[in-house]
């Protein structure tokens, strides 16, 4: 058999979303649904930073007291002025207790939370279009009022 590339992680950037109240939909036929509008933060990579623009938010789908699936949303502006339209999905799994805690907005201790993402990117400027053709893995923590990731460009 041919040799298969083992994947390597390249660090592409941290970033710090600002995040509003939960909005309750209720349970539905898949599970608890809730929105979180992002207000704004900022996003840091080798030689570039940009704003998280306001308007963006992540829809949440409670499936068990353990297991929460999140779908964010949202817009970053390079200080060159280069849009980044970012589609992050994501898992957050914690004990049952801890997952409650964190439903009520309260802080926990990051190593007691599994979150990892998969953030994919749109982008129309020549000097980003390159992140269109990449896979990107990541892992998060949450806090009351923000959320806190590490995104890695994997090689």
Known sequence: MQDIPTPKLEWFADLE????????VGRTQHGLRRLIPILGGRANGQGWSASVLPGGADHQAV??????ELDARYVLRTEEGD???????????AAEEVTARLLRGEAVPADQVYFRCT????ASAPAWRWITEQVFLGSGVRTPDRVLMRFFRVL
């Open 17 to 24: 979303v600002e995040v509003g109240a939960p909005i309750e």
């Open 119 to 122: 953030p994919s990117f749109e």
């Open 63 to 68: 499936l068990t007291p353990r297991l929460v």
């Open 83 to 93: 849009c980044l339209y970012v589609h992050n999905r994501a898992i957050r799994c």
